[in-house]
Nanobody, 127 residues
Framework: QVQLVESGGGLVQSGGSLRLSCDAFGFAIDYYSIAWFRQAPGKEREGVSYISSSYVTAYAESVKGRFTISRDNRKNMVYLQMDSLEPEDTAVYYC?????????????????????WGQGTQVTVSS
């Protein structure tokens, strides 16, 4: 059974950093792409970052230069390093996979492309 478990969220001041982790169970991430999404209250879920099985990465414009996605296949985990956090980054963050090696074009950022989701971890950035 595919399961994703996020951790690492919390409360941080503006300008601070957090590292989110996505722990995968029931499958080996080596062959699959993983994405991070976020959802703020009253807003739609949006794609934040993506990493393919071959380590190709993509980012939303709003986080480019501040967030870094990485993966450790030996640990079966994906990470999202978030620096220079802003109050606008406050949201529940989710990792997701559709068990595909690559996502093409901007499809990685569309929530309906993904079948498997974690439960989310709250990130709150105070001003």
């Amino acid at each position: 059974q595919v399961q994703l478990v996020e951790s690492g969220g919390g409360l941080v001041q503006s300008g601070g950093s957090l590292r989110l982790s996505c722990d995968a169970f029931g499958f080996a991430i080596d062959y699959y792409s993983i994405a991070w999404f976020r959802q703020a209250p009253g807003k739609e879920r949006e794609g934040v970052s993506y990493i393919s099985s071959s380590y190709v990465t993509a980012y939303a414009e709003s986080v480019k230069g501040r967030f870094t996605i990485s993966r450790d296949n030996r640990k079966n985990m994906v990470y999202l390093q978030m620096d220079s956090l802003e109050p606008e980054d406050t949201a529940v963050y989710y990792c997701a996979t559709d068990l595909r090696a690559d996502m093409y074009g901007n499809s990685w950022s569309r929530p309906n492309e993904y079948e498997h989701w974690g439960q989310g971890t709250q990130v709150t950035v105070s001003s």
